[in-house]
C-alpha cells in the first residue's frame, strides 16, 4: 500500500503543537486576507511567511505531492483562462495600457495583464501551502472539537470527523469488492469499453454502499450506547489550553490582515497600481 | 437477600417489521454482583435479549412491548437510552467497528465527553479504566493500530469508565483468535472479581467461556428460557444437544467413551472433573479406537514454492513459503492476525503477484495467466458475503459470472438451477439475495462461485459467525463438495474447524510456514500453538489428567471416533 495521501501524521514541530482552534482561524483568515487583497506588497510579504510556516512543519513531500501538481494543473488552465476571455482585464484594472505584443485580433499582450496575472499567481501561492498544511497537521477528532468551539454543533462536527475516520475502511472494503467482482470477470480496467466499464463500476458499488450502510450502523449503535447526543453539549478529552505558540500564530494572522487591509485599503482600492 | 438488577417479568417483543413476537413471556432476573452466561443458538432471541438490556429496544430497534422490565428498580421503558447506559454498560462484538476516538484514550473517554464530565476528572478516570484492563502505557496509540486483544481492552476500558452497574458482553470471543478470546475470559474474569459488577456475556461458544467460572447459565431457545441453572447441572442435562449447543471437547470424549457425567463429579472445567471412575472406562475405549494420521498422496493441485511478498520493499509478509496441496484434499491454513494467511489467497487468485517465486497450477506456472483465467480454475471465497453480492436477485448473482464470460444462455440456466440443487437454494431461486439470512447468504456466494466449475475453491473463515447447528450445515456441504471432488483450502483459526473436517493444517507464523501436518499433532504442539495464537484443546488436558494415552494420540482417535460418528 502507498503511502497514504493527505493523511495525518503526528510529527510534533510547533505547528503540529497548536490547538486545532488556532490552526482552523489562522487557516481561514489567512484565506480570506488572501483572496480579497490584490496588493502585490503585502501578498509578497505573505508568500514569505506562509513558506516559512510550511518549512517548519516539515510534512515529508510524497504525502501531498499528487495534490500538489492538480493543483499547479488547475492553476495553469485558469492563468490561461483568464488571458482567453478577458486579455484586456488589466487595462481596464489599473487605467493604462503598455502593449508589448500584438498577437492576433483582441488580443495584445500587455504589462497590465501580465502584472494583474502575477497577482492571481500570487494569492494561489499564498494560500496553497496554508491550506494544505492545515488539512496535514489536523487530525480529524482535533477537527471535530475545533469546529464545535467556533460554534458549529458537536453532532455535525462528529459526523464529519468520523466519515474523515473511516475514509481508509471504506478503500480496504473497495479493494476487496473489486477483487472479487474481477475475480468473476467484471472488468473495471481500461481494457474494457466505456458504456460497459461504467455498468461493471456500478455492480461494485452495490456492495460497497451495502457495507457502508453495515458500517454506519453498527458505529451509531456504538455511539448510541454511549451516550451520545444525549446533551447539547459535549466536554472534550483532547481540548488544550492556549499555548504561547497558540498566542503567536493568532497574533501574527491577525496582525498580517489588519496590515494588510490597512496597506491596501490607505489608496481606496484593492489593487496596488504601478503603473501610476 | 440478593438485590434484582435486571428483572423481566413476563416480557415479550415483537419486532415491527415481523409477524411473530421473538421473545415470548419472559422471566428472569438478574442479582447484583452475578455473573451470568446466555446461550443459545441463532435466532434463539439471545441478541434481542441483549438489546432489551441495553436499550437499544426500543429505541433503536422499534417495536410492540409487554410485560415488565426492570433495571436497577426502574422500568426500561421510562428511562431514555443514554439513562439506560449509565446503568448498563455495552461491550459490542467486533471492536473494529466502532472506534470513535483518534487515540485510545479519546476512545475511552468518549462516554464521559457525552456526560460532560469536566476534562480532569476524565483524565484521572480513563487513566483509571485504563489501569484496570493494564492497559494504560497504549493511552496515546491509534486503535486501529492495535491487535485483537487490545482493541478489546480498548472497547472494555470505554465501558469501565463510566458508573455502570451492570456490564453486558455481546459475543465478545466472535472475532478473536482462541489464544486472544481465552485472554478476554480472563480479563472479564478478574474484572467481576475486582470491581464487583455484575456480568452478563451472550456467547454460544460455551467451552471457551466455562474457562473461567460462571454462577449460572441461561439458555435462549425459540424466544423463551430453556434452562436456568448452574453449569455443572446444565453439562449433564442433555439440554446442550437439544438446543444446537456445542458441549465440551473432554465431555463430549468422555460421553463417547460410555462415562455417565454427573454434575457432583464438577464437570463444569476440565481442571476441576473427578475422573476417578472414567479413567477405566476411558481406558478401555482409547485401546479399542484407532487414530487416522494418514495425509493423502494423490497428485498435487497446486504448489507454492519459495513464494516471497510485501506490500512494500520494507515490510515483507511472506518469507520464502512452499507448500503443497493434493487434489481432492481439505485443507486448513491457520495463523494469528499479520501471519499472512489471507496474503496467500491472494497471491494464488493474482490479486497481488508474488516477488519472488512461483505457483504452480497442476504443474504450470501460473504467472502469465489474469485474475479472470485463474478464477476459472481456483475460486475465492471472502469471509464478508456482502462483499461478493451485487445483484438483487438470487438467479441473476449466481449467474453473472457466467454472462460475463458469455456462456449462452440456456447452458446458464442449467448450470445456475444444477448448482442451486447442490447448494439447498433452489426453492429460493427467484427470492431476493435481501431476504436470506447470513448462513443462506454465504451458500449464495459459493454457489456463484461454484457455477464456474472451479477445481480448488478457498475460503476465507467460512464459518465466522455462525452457530453450531449452521456451521455444521456449512461444513457437511463443503464435505460434499469435497467428496465430488473439488478441492478445499480453509483459512481459519476455528479449531473444532480443524479437528473436526480438516485433513492437514498448515500454520503461517511471521510470514513463515512452521507446520504443516495432521491437525492431531499440530494443535498437541505447543510451541507452534502459541505462535499461531491457537490454543491446545481440552482433550489435550484431558490425556494429561487421566494419564490415558499420548495427548495428541488421544487426539488423533478422538477425531477419528467423531468423523465415524458423524458420517453414520
Known amino acids: 500500500m502507498s503511502t497514504p495521501m493527505l493523511s495525518y501524521t503526528n510529527l510534533n514541530t510547533p505547528v503540529h503543537r497548536l490547538t486545532g482552534v488556532t490552526k482552523l482561524v489562522f487557516f481561514m483568515v489567512w484565506a480570506l486576507t488572501a483572496m480579497i487583497i490584490y496588493d502585490t506588497r503585502c501578498l509578497l510579504v505573505m508568500l514569505v511567511l506562509g513558506l516559512v510556516i510550511f518549512g517548519m512543519a516539515r510534512v515529508p513531500f510524497q504525502q501531498y505531492s499528487f495534490v500538489l501538481y492538480l493543483i499547479l494543473v488547475f492553476f495553469l488552465l485558469n492563468q490561461v483562462a483568464i488571458f482567453l476571455f478577458s486579455p484586456l482585464y488589466g487595462v481596464e484594472l489599473y487605467g493604462s495600457q503598455h502593449d508589448i505584443v500584438h498577437i492576433a485580433g483582441r488580443y495584445t499582450l500587455t504589462w497590465e495583464q501580465l502584472f494583474y496575472q502575477f497577482n492571481v499567481a500570487l494569492k494561489y501561492a499564498v494560500v496553497i501551502p496554508i491550506a494544505l498544511l492545515f488539512l496535514l497537521v489536523t487530525d480529524p477528532s482535533e477537527f471535530a472539537s475545533s469546529l464545535n468551539r467556533i460554534g458549529v454543533s458537536y453532532k455535525i462536527a462528529y459526523s464529519v470527523a468520523i466519515a474523515l475516520r473511516y475514509i481508509p475502511d471504506v478503500q480496504q472494503d473497495f479493494q476487496n469488492i473489486a477483487f472479487s467482482a474481477q475475480a468473476r470477470g467484471i472488468d473495471i480496467s481500461r481494457k474494457e469499453k466505456i458504456g460497459k466499464r461504467l455498468k461493471n463500476v456500478i455492480s461494485i458499488l452495490m456492495p460497497l454502499i451495502l457495507t457502508s450502510v453495515e458500517r454506519i450502523e453498527k458505529i451509531s449503535t456504538a455511539m448510541e450506547l454511549r451516550g451520545f447526543g444525549r446533551k447539547n453539549k459535549r466536554t472534550w478529552y483532547k481540548s488544550r489550553p492556549f499555548q504561547t505558540g497558540d498566542y503567536v500564530a493568532l497574533t501574527l494572522v491577525i496582525l498580517v490582515a489588519v496590515v494588510s487591509f490597512a496597506v491596501t485599503f490607505a489608496d481606496g482600492s484593492r489593487f496596488y497600481n504601478i503603473f501610476e | ?568
Not at chain 2, 473461567?212 to 444437544?241: F, K
Not at chain 2, 489467497?345 to 497450477?361: A, D, E, M, N, V
Request: proline share 5%; hydrophobic share 40%; charged share 20%.
Open chain 2, 1 to 568: 437477600m440478593r438485590k434484582p438488577v435486571i428483572q423481566f417479568q413476563d416480557f415479550s417483543f415483537q419486532y415491527r417489521a415481523q409477524s411473530e413476537p421473538t421473545l415470548h413471556h419472559i422471566n428472569l432476573t438478574i442479582y447484583a454482583g452475578e455473573k451470568v452466561l446466555i446461550v443459545g443458538p441463532s435466532g434463539s432471541g439471545k441478541s434481542t435479549l441483549s438489546h432489551c438490556m441495553n436499550g437499544l429496544i426500543p429505541f433503536f430497534y422499534q417495536g410492540e412491548m409487554s410485560g415488565s422490565l426492570q433495571i436497577g428498580g426502574q422500568e426500561s421503558r421510562e428511562l431514555s437510552i443514554a439513562e439506560l447506559s449509565d446503568r448498563v454498560g455495552t461491550v459490542l462484538q467486533d471492536p473494529d467497528g466502532q472506534f470513535v476516538g483518534l487515540t485510545v484514550a479519546e476512545d475511552i473517554a468518549f462516554k464521559l465527553e457525552n456526560d460532560r464530565v469536566p476534562q480532569a476528572e476524565m483524565i484521572r478516570r480513563v487513566t483509571g479504566a485504563a489501569e484496570t484492563v493494564k492497559f494504560a502505557t497504549f493511552l496515546e496509540a491509534s486503535p486501529q493500530s492495535l491487535s485483537g486483544g487490545q482493541k478489546q481492552k480498548t472497547t472494555l476500558a470505554g465501558v469501565l469508565v463510566s458508573e455502570a452497574d451492570v456490564l453486558l458482553f455481546d459475543e465478545p470471543l466472535a472475532s478473536l483468535d482462541p489464544y486472544t478470546g481465552r485472554m478476554t475470559v480472563d480479563l472479564i474474569d478478574r474484572i467481576h472479581r475486582e470491581t464487583g459488577r455484575t456480568v452478563v456475556i451472550i456467547e454460544h461458544r460455551l467451552e471457551d467461556m466455562l474457562h473461567r467460572h460462571v454462577d449460572r447459565i441461561i439458555v435462549v431457545n425459540d424466544g423463551q428460557i430453556a434452562a436456568d441453572m448452574t453449569p455443572a447441572e446444565l453439562l449433564c442435562s442433555g439440554m446442550l444437544r437439544e438446543t444446537g449447543i456445542r458441549e465440551p471437547l473432554y465431555l463430549n470424549a468422555l460421553r463417547y467413551a460410555g462415562c455417565i457425567i454427573t454434575p457432583d463429579m464438577q464437570p463444569q472445567h476440565i481442571d476441576t472433573i473427578r475422573l476417578d471412575d472414567c479413567i477405566p472406562v476411558l481406558n478401555d475405549w482409547y485401546h479399542g479406537q484407532q487414530g487416522d494420521t494418514a495425509v493423502s498422496a494423490a497428485e498435487p493441485i497446486l504448489e507454492l514454492q519459495h513464494v516471497s511478498f510485501g506490500y512494500s520493499k520494507s515490510n515483507p509478509v511472506l518469507h520464502d513459503v512452499s507448500l503443497t496441496v493434493r487434489r481432492g484434499e481439505m485443507v486448513c491454513i491457520a495463523g494469528r492476525n499479520g501471519a499472512g494467511k489471507s496474503t496467500i489467497s491472494k497471491l494464488i487468485c493474482g490479486f497481488y503477484r508474488p516477488t519472488s517465486g512461483q505457483i504452480l497450477l497442476g504443474g504450470r506456472d501460473l504467472a502469465g495467466d489474469t485474475i479472470k483465467e485463474r478464477a476459472d480454475q481456483i475460486g475465492f471465497v471472502m469471509q464478508n458475503p456482502n462483499h461478493m453480492l451485487s445483484k438483487p436477485l438470487i438467479y441473476d448473482e449466481v449467474a453473472l459470472g457466467l454472462r460475463t464470460r458469455g456462456v449462452p444462455e440456456e447452458e446458464i440456466q442449467q448450470r445456475v438451477h444444477d448448482v442451486l440443487q447442490v447448494c439447498g437454494l433452489y426453492p429460493f431461486r427467484s427470492w431476493p439475495v435481501s431476504a436470506l439470512s447470513y448462513g443462506q447468504k454465504k451458500r449464495v456466494t459459493i454457489a456463484s462461485i461454484l457455477v464456474l466449475r472451479p477445481e480448488i475453491l478457498i475460503l476465507d473463515e467460512p464459518t465466522a459467525g455462525q452457530d453450531y447447528r449452521h456451521y455444521n450445515e456449512m461444513m457437511e456441504f463443503l464435505m460434499e463438495l469435497n467428496a465430488q471432488g473439488i478441492t478445499i483450502i480453509m483459512i481459519t483459526h476455528d479449531m473444532y474447524l480443524m479437528m473436526e473436517y480438516g485433513q492437514r493444517t498448515i500454520v503461517l507464523s511471521e510470514g513463515k510456514k512452521i507446520a504443516d501436518d495432521v491437525p492431531a499433532r499440530v494443535l498437541s504442539d505447543e510451541a507452534i500453538v502459541a505462535a499461531a495464537h491457537l490454543k491446545t484443546t481440552s482433550l489435550h488436558e484431558l490425556a494429561v489428567r487421566s494419564g490415558v494415552g499420548e495427548p495428541s494420540e488421544l487426539v488423533s482417535r478422538f477425531i477419528a471416533y467423531d468423523r465415524g460418528m458423524r458420517q453414520s
